[in-house]
C-alpha cells in the first residue's frame, strides 16, 4: 500500500493509530468488530471527501490479504 500526498502520517504517527485501531477492535468486541470497521470506513470516507480516492484504498488495502 503506498498512498502517499502531503498529510501522510510517519511511521511513528502509523504506529499510534494501529495501536488505537487494535484498542478499539478489541472494545468492539468479536460480535460487534466489523460493524465497527464499516462506521471508522465510513467517516474517514466522509472525513476524506473523495470517493475515487477512498475507492483507490479499498483496491490498496484488499492487495496481499
Do not use: C, R, W
Request: glycine share 4%.
Amino acid at each position: 500500500m503506498t498512498t502517499t500526498h502531503s498529510n501522510a502520517l510517519s511511521i511513528a504517527g502509523l504506529e499510534v493509530v494501529y495501536d488505537a485501531l487494535a484498542q478499539a477492535i478489541d472494545k468492539a468486541g468479536p460480535e460487534k468488530a466489523e460493524l465497527f470497521l464499516v462506521k471508522l470506513a465510513l467517516l474517514n470516507a466522509n472525513a476524506l471527501g473523495d470517493a475515487k480516492l477512498f475507492q483507490q484504498h479499498l483496491s490498496a488495502a484488499l492487495q496481499d490479504l
